[in-house]
Nanobody, 120 residues
């Protein structure tokens, strides 16, 4: 059983900052890609940012220059630093990870989600 536990969401003023964390736990071999997705009310879930085990990153155009994704492989943890938050960033943010249970078994795992609200 592999679990992703997110933390760091909350209410912040427009223009403010928040840092999300997501830690993986359980029995697994290694974690490949890690990422953050978000889903606003009435909208589809969308990719915010992703990072490979080697540190290569990918961002949605809407967050480039404002959000930074990073990871600590030793702690099996991924972070999302969100700066200059806008009302349109309000959503439930989900952590995602591609986990190798062993050398051949691969599983995609989701966190439970954490709410981020940017309000004036």
């Amino acid at each position: 059983q592999v679990q992703l536990v997110e933390s760091g969401g909350g209410l912040v003023q427009v223009g403010g900052s928040l840092r999300l964390s997501c830690a993986a736990s359980g029995n697994f071999f290694t974690i490949n890609m890690m990422g953050w997705y978000r889903q606003a009310p009435g909208s589809q879930r969308e990719l915010v940012a992703s990072i490979t085990r080697g540190g290569s990153t990918n961002y949605a155009d809407s967050v480039k220059g404002r959000f930074t994704i990073s990871r600590d492989n030793a702690k099996n943890t991924v972070y999302l630093q969100m700066n200059s938050l806008k009302p349109e960033d309000t959503a439930v943010y989900y952590c995602n990870a591609g986990v190798y249970l062993n050398s051949i078994r691969y599983l995609e795992v989701w966190g439970q989600g954490t709410l981020v609200t940017a309000s004036s």
